[in-house]
């Protein structure tokens, strides 16, 4: 062993973190009593109903907002590309890797969102890795909330720009994050996602619109989880809030109401050629799969049709159903949101009415509070052996004692299952708290 001054020279065990990981024995834990809720082996399609591990479960912990990922026409464009262009490319979209049915479904993309262009990618997260790392440099600054996807963290951190993050929702921080970017020397570039993942609360999008432009920032919105859920044309939170002409850059994806894997980033066409021929993600990855661009222009082509509105409505009267219902049996789940006063009860799916006629909505994404990490897990548990699946965020993806159910809906829910699945809650919450103790309750008021 070689020694300098009487220390060794080699190197600390790069595993050694591994052995030593703060959660390891925590997991270990979780797995001897049964209680570790990921990586569960899922047999059919993501349907309403999927078969999972030897059993039928009421899926209310999927993406598949519109339900679309077994319809007969996305299935189709799946095949057809398939069948066209084979089952992969084998280079990059750079070189050997871009199709008639890339041009084609970023043609129709751009239209849908109301952009002059739009780039599609491999994956959703690739799409923002490619956008920061190449629109920022270690000279610029980029504005984030803490909620944000971990794929827009990621973004930065690759760009190496300087980093001003603000707590979730809070607008004062923002504020004062865009002062203090001010005297940084670069751009500045805000990003916030439309809908959050987790809380699946609308970001105030009009008021940091307006910070960003006060300031001379840039802004980009992840419409991850908006685009094909919100909105009369199922664009988004930024058509919702009638701010689509006032955004820099969308970026959206495949993964959720478009029924595959992708993603897409739309903007001026300067802005989605530099990116074109810049974003390193974009450059040195293999292009999408042929199936999986087959898949998404087909579902996007039903979103657009007339077909789309009722999907759209369909789709949050689930979550209007299961959040009304998830209240009612005293689980603690946020309010419905409460829109700006010039949108009306009914202008778009999912926009209702409340006792003083203000216009509210519920996103198909509907977390449950439980705060403690291991009555998340074992309630989880609870829920998964009485026949619904659901998923489960845990510190260190919530803050402490910010442990959640994470509940979402499809537009091919049905009443009676929804109905069902509420069933199965009040059964499931009454013998869990009889036997660890009362869950958080909803915030009054």
Request: net charge negative; hydrophobic share 45%.
């Amino acid at each position: 062993m070689a020694e300098r001054n009487g220390k060794s020279t080699l190197p600390v065990d790069l595993f050694a973190k591994i052995r030593s990981h703060e959660r390891r024995a925590l997991l270990a834990a979780a797995r001897q009593e049964g209680i570790l809720p990921y990586f569960h082996v899922i047999g059919s399609p993501a349907r309403a109903i999927v078969e999972m591990e030897g059993a039928s479960r009421i899926m209310l912990g999927s993406n598949n907002y519109l339900g679309l990922t077994d319809d007969p026409r996305v299935l189709e464009g799946a095949r057809d590309a398939l069948e066209r262009y084979g089952s992969g490319l084998t280079g990059s979209r750079l070189l050997n890797g871009t199709t008639p049915l890339h041009i084609e479904l970023e043609a129709e993309l751009a239209e849908w969102m109301g952009t002059e262009s739009a780039l599609t990618f491999t994956t959703g997260h690739q799409a923002n890795l490619s956008a920061l790392s190449a629109l920022l440099t270690p000279s610029d600054t980029v504005i984030v909330d803490t909620a944000d996807h971990a794929s827009i963290l990621d973004g930065a951190a690759l760009a190496r720009a300087k980093l001003r993050p603000f707590r979730h929702n809070r607008l004062s921080r923002l504020e004062q994050m865009l002062e203090r970017a001010a005297s940084d020397g670069g751009g500045v570039l805000v990003v916030v996602d439309s809908v959050f993942s987790m809380e699946g609360d609308i970001a105030p999008l009009r008021r940091i619109c307006e910070l960003a432009r006060n300031h001379g920032a840039r802004l980009m919105v992840d419409e991850a989880h908006g685009a094909g859920v919100l909105g009369a044309l199922g664009q988004g939170a930024c058509e919702l809030l009638g701010l689509a002409d006032r955004v820099d850059l969308r970026m959206g994806t495949f993964s959720k109401s478009l029924a595959s894997c992708g993603g897409f980033i739309a903007a001026t066409e300067e802005v989605i050629e530099y990116l074109r021929i810049t974003a390193r993600p974009f450059l040195f990855t293999a292009s999408g799969v042929p199936a999986a661009l087959g898949a998404s222009l087909a579902a996007l082509r039903i979103l657009r049709s007339a077909e789309g509105p009722a999907l759209l409505e369909r789709l949050l009267a689930n979550a209007w159903l299961l959040h009304e219902g998830l209240l009612q049996l005293g689980f603690a789940v946020s309010p419905p949101q409460t829109l700006p006063e010039d949108i009306l009860p009914g202008s778009a799916p999912g926009v209702r009415a409340d006792a003083d006629g203000r216009a509210q909505i519920v996103t198909p994404i509907i977390p449950i509070l439980v705060e403690d990490d291991w009555k998340a897990a074992l309630l989880w548990r609870a829920l998964y052996d009485a026949g619904i699946f659901v998923n489960t965020a845990l510190h260190p993806a919530v803050p402490p004692g910010g442990a959640l159910l994470r509940t979402s809906v499809m537009a091919t829910h049905d009443q009676a299952t929804i109905e069902h699945a509420l069933e199965i809650f009040a059964r499931v919450k009454r013998e869990f708290e009889a036997a660890h103790g009362p869950l958080p309750q909803p915030a009054s008021g």
